[in-house]
């Protein structure tokens, strides 16, 4: 997974970097899901999404 770029959620928890959010979600293919992160919100992200490899076994 690229970090490189804003964050972005969608709505199905789907996590995007990159300069603008994408139209429409690769995971549940909802248009318009995805929202900009808050700075405090990406960094409870990033350590989430890093424990979720670590546990399997990234």
Do not use: N, W
Not at 23 to 35: D, H, T
């Amino acid at each position: 997974m690229s970090t490189t770029g804003i964050m972005f959620e969608c709505s199905c928890g789907e996590i995007f970097y990159g300069e603008e959010a994408p139209e429409e979600c690769s995971k549940c293919k909802k248009l318009g899901g995805f929202v900009q992160l808050p700075e405090e919100i990406v960094k409870e992200r990033e350590e989430d999404i890093k424990a979720e490899e670590f546990e399997d076994g990234y």
